[in-house]
């Protein structure tokens, strides 16, 4: 009697030990670590939406002839923050790469807004200005690690739901499917085509308000 209790109360202890051996957790695990990647992704595209209004009135300031231009740049955001994917719910590959697309062309349109500000010193002086631009560069640094951390931990988990022994359990999650990576954007590593010499087509240039000068002193900054 008593050496079957022992034995009952060795396989209670150990039963879970062996099970967590074989991989039975590692496909939630992994996903839920992926799924916190994800958000992370989020997160940090969402900052560098944040600092989008501030760096758009900063150069409409010194340079609002750039309408163009800067109706683009609020146009990008308005897509970008448009797509919204939860971290509780992986994303599609369609999804993911709808809103890659859409930061992309945000990424686009910012660049040709910096370039812009090339054409004007005073803007580039502007505190405002380089505390935004700081922040920016700051920002973009950290979406590319964010999304480099999201895509090892997918393919962490991705690799555990086709890999022994955590494969073996994959009956127990039916709803745990493949997660799709990031991949670099080709359009995106075009730099912009900036022409500082040719007016922005459909658009009147501001009387006083050529390129490198300060904005005129009646028309106040927005």
């Not at 609002?64 to 146009?75: C, F, K, M």
């Not at 910096?114 to 505190?127: I, T």
């Amino acid at each position: 009697m008593f050496a079957k209790r022992l034995a009952t109360l060795v396989a209670v202890i150990f039963l879970p030990l062996t099970l967590a051996a074989c991989g039975i957790n590692d496909i939630p695990t992994k996903e839920e670590a992926a799924k916190a990647k994800w958000a992370d992704v989020q997160s940090q595209y969402q900052r560098r939406a944040d600092l989008v209004p501030n760096l758009v009135e900063t150069v409409k300031g010194y340079a609002a002839q750039e309408r163009t231009v800067l109706n683009e740049v609020v146009s990008a955001r308005a897509r970008a923050t448009s797509i919204n994917i939860t971290s509780e719910t992986p994303p599609t590959a369609a999804q993911l790469e709808q809103y890659q697309s859409a930061q992309a062309g945000l990424s686009t349109a910012l660049g040709r807004l910096l370039a812009v500000a090339e054409a004007y010193p005073d803007l580039k002086s502007n505190q405002n200005f380089l505390e935004l631009q700081h922040q920016l560069e700051g920002t973009e640094n950290r979406i590319q690690v964010a999304r480099q951390d999201y895509n090892e931990a997918v393919r962490a988990y991705n690799t555990s739901l086709r890999t022994i022994p955590s494969s073996w359990w994959k009956f127990m999650y039916p709803e745990s499917k493949p997660m799709p990576l990031f991949t670099a954007n080709a359009a995106a590593q075009s730099a912009p085509t900036v022409d500082f010499g040719a007016p922005n087509p459909g658009q009147p240039a501001v009387p006083g308000a050529a390129p490198g000068s300060a904005p005129p002193a009646t028309a106040p900054a927005q």
